[in-house]
């Protein structure tokens, strides 16, 4: 039996809750139509509202980029040494500590060409003398002779005959060796001859000159 005192709980009537579900749902209609049609803000190349990280410009990259130093230019070997003073043809000279050369005999010849690229005609033939008084075995394998003449320095050209022989490879303690080369030099052009005995490119070398036989 119910109680006389309790009030009854109020009810809507049906037309009344489908009045306000018809209101909200036209309201939440209407917002989405707003958040289509309203304008957005334009974004430009760059702006960093592209992205949460903005990209660096080419200058913040270079400025952020490490610096380098260029790494140095490849080691240039040193020029080999020049050629000291000339010393007179037949003075023997200091060519390593304890190791004299010297031109010992120089010869007029008749050149007689032999090998490939050689030209007969008038030439001198010397001898030149290394003298090893060092406590070690000298070694010649690099020694090289040539001989210019004139005031320009005319290169003169290498014969084998007659009677041309190179170094030989070594030269003991204590002992002397020798070598016979051949160059044509005109005979009008023997009053200023140049000999050169460059041993090695680390050592200068030897230059004898004067006049030769005619």
Do not use: C, K
Not at 2 to 17: G, L
Not at 44 to 51: L, N
Not at 113 to 127: L, M, N, S, T
Not at 141 to 165: I, K
Request: proline share 15%; charged share 15%; aromatic share 4%.
């Amino acid at each position: 039996m119910a109680d006389p005192h309790v009030t009854p709980p109020t009810r809507f009537p049906i037309a009344a809750r489908w009045v306000v579900l018809s209101v909200g749902g036209a309201l939440v209609a209407a917002a989405v139509v707003i958040a289509l049609i309203a304008p957005r803000p334009s974004v430009t190349p760059g702006d960093p509202r592209q992205s949460s990280s903005a990209s660096p410009t080419p200058s913040d990259a270079a400025s952020a980029a490490p610096t380098s130093t260029p790494s140095a230019d490849p080691a240039i070997p040193d020029p080999a040494p020049s050629a000291g003073a000339p010393v007179p043809i037949g003075t023997p000279t200091d060519l390593l500590p304890a190791v004299t050369a010297g031109v010992t005999s120089v010869e007029s010849v008749q050149g007689t060409a032999e090998g490939p690229g050689e030209v007969a005609g008038p030439a001198i033939r010397f001898v030149v003398t290394v003298t090893n008084n060092s406590a070690s075995t000298l070694s010649l394998r690099t020694a090289v002779v040539n001989v210019d003449y004139g005031a320009d320095r005319t290169p003169a050209a290498e014969l084998s005959s007659p009677g041309g022989s190179p170094f030989p490879e070594e030269v003991p303690a204590g002992s002397s060796a020798t070598g016979t080369f051949v160059y044509t030099v005109p005979i009008e052009e023997r009053a200023d001859v140049r000999i050169t005995v460059d041993y090695s490119v680390d050592v200068p070398p030897l230059v004898f000159a004067g006049p030769v036989p005619s």
